[in-house]
């Protein structure tokens, strides 16, 4: 199954993470399938905290892909934040 979550990235206690559409059973910084945006938490200044690309979100979501619980909260407040 395709799931879309978050990989890290960044180094020690300074967390960096790509959004991903992966398999399952792929490990958390493993193998993906593509790159949808990243996240990056600790964003300070004229730095971009959140970006994500909705188009392909929603092409593997129409394709059975399932949200993890952080990304979903995520792509809910990326589209307040647009609105």
């Known amino acids: 199954m395709v799931v879309i979550r978050l990989a890290r990235g960044g180094s020690h206690k300074r967390p960096f ?3 991903v559409a992966t398999d399952s059973r792929n490990r958390r910084d493993g193998r993906f399938i593509e790159r949808v945006g990243y996240f990056n938490p600790i ?4 730095d971009t905290k ?3 690309s909705v188009e392909r979100i929603e092409h ?14 995520l792509l809910k407040d990326f589209s307040k934040a647009a609105a």
């Open 17 to 19: 993470y790509h959004v």
């Open 43 to 46: 964003a300070r200044g004229n």
């Open 50 to 52: 959140l970006n994500l």
């Open 60 to 73: 593997w979501r129409s394709n059975g892909a399932q949200l993890s619980p952080r990304v979903e909260q």
